[in-house]
């Protein structure tokens, strides 16, 4: 069978999988870890963008996820906005916040970045939890209605399952557009080398700062998706941990390719579902603290052994390619001084 | 009255500061030597703490618990250099701070795991009440403190000033490339930041544990005030990192005690903001102090 | 004037590593900078290109002032240049590569490439034919799909030249183009660049094969621990007896490896 009909082949198979399965999964668990699957994945696609084509990282990414769900908590909550005007509020604001934090941060040294979103990401955190009424403090928010869209209530897990899906696959279809554009070829070329961006007319600080706001807004979506599923929200999903666990998700499945959030996510979210299973028979009334043990272990044992992540991406850096870039980077700061 | 509140709130805040100052020049001299951020930083003030407490619980004297905790501390951060930065030395700086995240992450969990959640503590260095300062109280280990402070960046100098490695120090510092070829070697000196820096991280961990107790996750808030207090000082600035950490230590003290406790950590994480968006060469500038 | 170069200094930590260069270029000629090693012909370079700011005077293109310009602004009107030591984005593929060379004849920015919005596409089958054909023109029709890394170092060179290009410069600084290429392929350079100049490019070089500076250049100014020594056409350089000085430490090299200075 020739290539082009295998692959279509395959694409029938899983969107008809897709849409039967959860007519097939009897339990509940088991679709609901699915949706996470899915909300996360949208969070970590732009977390990828961010990463694999921008060389940048944020270490606050669960505080974006938390602007969107928080954003959506309140207004429909206090302030009685319908679900939509909420949910749109919800991509815009962590959006906005980023673009203020990217913009001069973004024009420095690649680690500022990392070190801004380390501090919004606490800083949102500490909001989230002191800021009494308005959140409602380390209890959180209860009573977030459920999203209608038109006549249409997201009200079953099965109907949030389809739209977690058709979020996700949009998601998919806009990275796939950008990677093969003039502007994610920009951001590829800026992490290569970012000085023969810059001389070939490319204004890499404006770029940067694009990804960043986008890894922002898709945060958002993610997390106004998140507010509306589980309906009520506390400060504890959106803490540092979880920027990591983010960061963990993009690196493990893969930077620069559009399944890698997906298989990273996926990876990460079984890995966390044995974890809670497996860490109480070893070490008795262990809370949740321990597993983190193994999220440390992984991130570093990936970025060491297997930076390019599982899947292979576009960027395979080897050390003798790292080497060489010592070399030229040498080479240059020598010919400067010359 | 207020004379004497605000005395007593500058007192705490220099010695919370002198703590920050000393977790900032350990980050300011892996930077400068091996361009790393090492975000594990607070981990080793946590280590060193936790470790002192156990041996004189065993019944080592004071001393002796300092002593083995530092040299411990030293080891541990010498493992981490050859095991984990080593390896990919010439990896990006935005996989090197991953992997020190990850490295920080590890070691709070082996702490949960040694220590668990209890605090633990040390009896203060000496004893007696507080002093009295025109009407404020001063506790003597704060004294001890800034003795400490004094004795590293003293310490710190002389090495810089006087010994060959130091010479090789600000030589690898100025010039990667250069000092390779007068000889020296840059994996040793990168090992031996970390060695520093784990050594300078227990000490500090161990002089406040009297104060503050020492708990297993005290780290991750200590490292995050020695990054902001660096960052303030312009990150390669060794006088501007001390500079750094006892201005936001006076600075916490003081919002903490006049406005809300609670946003005691916010405002470290706000300064850095703050200085990140419209100053972030750092606000002590180059005039202060030099490289190290 | 097309290029007026005007009393540009640059010290790095006391040491003066250009003083007071001055020269104009003209439009459409071939312009070669040349000069012992370290005599700061590359510092010229990264100093009219906003890599690094000069300390003292400045530079005019087409009346606009440099000095101030970030790199990517220097690009946007118009000069490009390439690097003595290769700066190629390596996971690209050649044909990529040169599509970047291409970025500033594209338009679409990030939301219409995210949701690939009319024009997108027709917009990315111009850069790509666009950059096909230079490719073509310079040999490198066989690699397109290989990253950048593989390339043997001499196509890697033509494959520099060929980025910047793609983005139709109309002053362009070669940064050594010759450097690390053999006999033949020095000669197809050399041939190419005169065709570059038929074309209407305006071309500025670094460049130490004396046999090819002599070859292509229209003018010449040669620096010496970063001062202008001389400036002339080809044949009153080779006469200029301060040339000769300068040189004379490298003479003997001169002779025996095959026409190098380096």
Redesign the interface.
């Known amino acids: 069978m020739p290539r082009e009909s295998l692959k279509y082949l395959l694409i029938a198979a899983a969107s008809i999988g897709f849409v039967i399965l959860p007519f097939v999964l009897e339990s509940n668990y088991l679709l609901s870890i699915l949706i996470i699957i899915g909300i996360y994945t949208l969070v970590v696609e732009g977390l990828g963008v961010l990463?694999g084509y921008a060389?940048?990282?944020s270490?606050g990414q669960a505080a974006f996820f938390g602007i969107g769900a928080y954003a959506v908590a309140i207004l429909t909550t206090r302030y009685s906005w319908g679900t939509i005007p909420a949910f749109l509020a919800a991509i815009v604001l962590p959006a906005l916040v980023a673009a203020?934090?990217g913009r001069?941060?973004l024009k420095?040294?690649?680690?500022?970045l990392?070190?801004?979103t380390?501090?919004?990401g606490?800083?949102v955190h500490?909001?989230f939890n002191?800021g009494g009424e308005l959140t409602g403090g380390p209890s959180g928010l209860t009573g977030i209605p459920y999203l209608k869209i038109g006549g249409l209530v997201f009200d079953q897990d099965y109907k949030f399952y389809y739209l977690i899906g058709v979020f996700v696959l949009l998601v998919f279809l806009?990275?796939r557009?950008?990677d093969?554009?003039?502007?994610?070829?920009?951001l590829?070329?800026i992490?290569?080398?970012e000085?023969?961006?810059?001389?070939?007319?490319?204004?890499?600080a404006a770029?940067k700062l694009?990804a960043f706001v986008?890894s922002a807004f898709l945060a958002g979506l993610g997390g106004g998706i998140y507010a509306y599923y589980i309906t009520f929200i506390s400060p504890a999903p959106f803490n540092f941990n979880m920027s990591?666990q983010f960061?963990i998700m993009a690196?493990i499945g893969g930077l620069g390719t559009i399944w890698g959030p997906l298989l990273g996510v996926s990876l990460m979210v079984a890995l966390g579902e044995v974890l809670r299973w497996l860490v109480p028979l070893f070490?008795p009334n262990a809370g949740g603290?321990?597993q983190?043990?193994f999220?440390?272990?992984?991130?570093?044992l990936t970025?060491?052994f297997k930076?390019e992540g599982l899947s292979t991406g576009?960027?395979?850096?080897t050390?003798s390619?790292?080497?060489e870039?010592?070399q030229?980077k040498?080479?240059?700061?020598?010919?400067?001084?010359? | 009255m207020h004379v004497n509140l605000y005395l007593q709130f500058l007192i705490s805040g220099l010695t919370l500061g002198s703590i920050y100052a000393l977790i900032a020049l350990a980050i300011v001299t892996i930077y400068n030597i091996t361009g790393i951020l090492n975000m594990a930083q607070g981990e080793f003030v946590a280590l060193g703490a936790l470790t002192a407490c156990t041996f004189y619980s065993a019944g080592f004297s004071l001393p002796a618990s300092f002593l083995i905790s530092v040299v411990i501390i030293a080891i541990v951060g010498a493992l981490i250099e050859r095991l984990a930065i080593n390896p990919v030395r010439n990896a990006s700086s935005i996989t090197l701070i991953i992997i020190t995240i990850g490295l920080s992450i590890i070691i709070r969990g082996l702490a949960l795991l040694i220590w668990g959640t209890n605090p633990y503590s040390l009896p203060a260095f000496t004893q007696g009440g507080p002093l009295q300062v025109f009407g404020a109280a001063i506790n003597p280990q704060s004294i001890w403190v800034f003795g400490l402070l004094i004795v590293t960046v003293t310490g710190l100098f002389v090495f810089m000033e006087k010994t060959y490695w130091g010479k090789a120090v600000r030589a690898c510092v100025i010039n990667r490339m250069a000092a390779k070829l007068m000889g020296i070697n840059p994996d040793i000196l990168s090992l031996m930041a970390f060695v520093i820096s784990g050594a300078l991280g227990a000490a500090a961990g161990v002089f406040i544990t009297p104060i503050t107790l020492a708990t297993y996750d005290m780290g991750f808030a200590l490292g995050l005030k020695g990054f902001v207090a660096a960052i303030i000082g312009g990150i390669n600035n060794v006088g501007g990192a001390i500079i750094g950490g006892l201005l936001l230590g006076v600075l916490e003290v003081f919002g903490a005690g006049l406005i809300s406790s609670g946003l005691k950590d916010a405002i470290a994480l706000i300064v850095l903001i703050i200085v990140l968006l419209f100053r972030p060469q750092g606000i002590i500038g180059v005039v202060i102090g030099r490289k190290v | 004037m097309f290029l007026e170069v005007s009393g540009l200094t640059k010290h790095f930590g006391g040491v003066m590593a250009v003083e007071h260069i001055k020269f104009n270029v003209n439009k459409g000629e071939i312009f070669a900078l040349i000069g012992p090693n370290g005599a700061g012909k590359t510092t010229v370079f990264n100093l009219l290109t906003g890599m690094i700011p000069p300390d003292e005077g400045g530079a005019k293109f087409k009346g606009k002032n440099l000095v101030g310009l970030k790199p990517y602004q220097i690009r946007n009107i118009g000069i490009a240049r390439t690097f003595q030591n290769l700066q190629l984005f390596n996971s690209l593929s050649v044909l990529e590569n040169v599509m970047v060379g291409a970025y500033l004849s594209g338009r679409k920015g990030f939301i219409q490439s995210l949701l690939r919005l009319s024009g997108v596409a027709a917009e990315e089958e111009q850069v790509r034919k666009k950059s096909l054909e230079v490719i073509e023109e310079l040999g490198l029709g066989k690699d397109i799909n290989n990253p950048a890394s593989v390339l043997p170092f001499g196509k890697q060179r033509l494959l520099e030249i060929a980025r910047v290009l793609a983005g139709s410069p109309e002053l362009l600084f070669l940064d050594e183009p010759a450097s690390g290429l053999n006999v033949g392929e020095t000669k197809k350079l050399a041939n190419y660049l005169k065709k570059l100049k038929k074309d209407g490019f305006t071309l500025v070089l670094v460049e130490h094969d004396m046999e090819t500076v002599m070859n292509v250049a229209d003018r010449i100014l040669v620096l010496n621990f970063g001062t202008v020594i001389a400036e002339g056409t080809p044949e009153e350089i080779q006469r200029n007896d301060e040339v000769k000085k300068a040189y004379l430490g490298e003479e003997d090299q001169y002779e025996y490896s095959g026409c190098k200075w380096s």
């Open positions: 990463m060389g940048q990282v270490f203020v934090i001069p941060t420095l040294k690649e680690h500022y990392a070190l801004a380390l501090a919004i606490i800083l500490i909001f002191e806009g990275v557009n950008l093969r554009s003039r502007i994610g070829r920009s590829r070329a992490r290569d080398s000085v023969a961006a810059e001389a070939n007319g490319i204004n890499s770029l694009k986008f990591i960061v690196v070490i603290e321990y983190i043990i999220y440390g272990l992984i991130l570093v970025m060491i930076p576009w960027r395979k850096k050390v390619d790292s080497e870039q010592e030229k040498e080479n240059l700061t020598v010919s400067i001084r010359r």
